[in-house]
T-cell receptor
Framework: EDKVVQSPLSLVVHEGDTVTLNCSYE??????LLWYKQEKKAPTFLFML????IEKKSGRLSSILDKKELFSILNITATQTGDSAIYLC?????????????FGKGTKLSVKP | NAGVTQTPKFRILKIGQSMTLQCTQD?????MYWYRQDPGMGLKLIYY???????DKGEVPNGYNVSRSTTEDFPLRLELAAPSQTSVYFC???????????FGSGTRLTVV
């Protein structure tokens, strides 16, 4: 059965810390790996990764995909209280439902002042 | 652009009642999706559509129905609501399979 596993499920850090969130996947006909940030409402898109070893960066956030070892990481440097959210990882696959996503359960990040 | 708009934001239903969750997008996206999110469980796909007039079941379709008569609108119908349908429902759309999803702000549904 296809699955996406995120770890840790929750994390508490202090402002200024650097965090690494993990996402491993076992997905048939894997296409891409997506990261979302979910605060109180809708998930907002962060990154889509399709190639191994190419880091994507946006401000203090960065992410990389390893298609050989079947995992991705999301790094947040110099964390701020505004980074507190649930971070969702999702894998898309070819065929089936035209780009459906299999979501992990999320990592709840809490950043303390 | 408003993006993906969902209504209502909150709703309480009694067991056996029916309702329609509305979703509309103004980005001319062909692909639209309905997900439900239960606490600690990630998002599960209910139904999806790859274009007007085309819909298909996702992972958890039982108890729901959809239609896609226009590119913009993708309503989700609940017939005979059950407590197991208490959840947060998200509608999403994307331009194509090489693009990220845009989510609506969600509908929190409670069935009592």
């Amino acid at each position: 059965e296809d699955k996406v596993v995120q770890s840790p499920l929750s994390l508490v850090v202090h402002e200024g810390d650097t965090v690494t969130l993990n996402c491993s996947y076992e997905v048939t006909n894997f296409r891409s790996l997506l990261w979302y940030k979910q605060e109180k409402k809708a998930p907002t898109f962060l990154f889509m990764l399709t190639s191994s070893g190419i880091e994507k960066k946006s401000g203090r956030l960065s992410s990389i995909l390893d298609k050989k070892e079947l995992f991705s990481i999301l790094n947040i440097t110099a964390t701020q209280t505004g980074d507190s959210a649930i971070y969702l990882c999702a894998a898309s696959y070819y065929g089936g439902s035209q780009g459906n996503l299999i979501f992990g359960k999320g990592t709840k990040l809490s950043v303390k002042p | 652009n408003a993006g993906v708009t969902q209504t209502p934001k909150f709703r309480i239903l009694k067991i056996g009642q029916s309702m329609t969750l509305q979703c509309t997008q103004d980005m001319n996206h062909n692909y639209m999706y309905w997900y439900r999110q239960d606490p600690g469980m990630g998002l599960k796909l209910i139904y999806y559509s790859v274009g007007a007039g085309i819909t298909d079941k996702g992972e958890v379709p039982n108890g729901y129905n959809v239609s896609r008569s226009t590119t913009e609108d993708f309503p989700l119908r609940l017939e005979l609501a059950a407590p197991s349908q208490t959840s947060v429902y998200f509608c999403a759309s994307r331009l194509g399979t090489n693009y990220g999803y845009t989510f609506g702000s969600g509908t929190r549904l409670t069935v009592v």
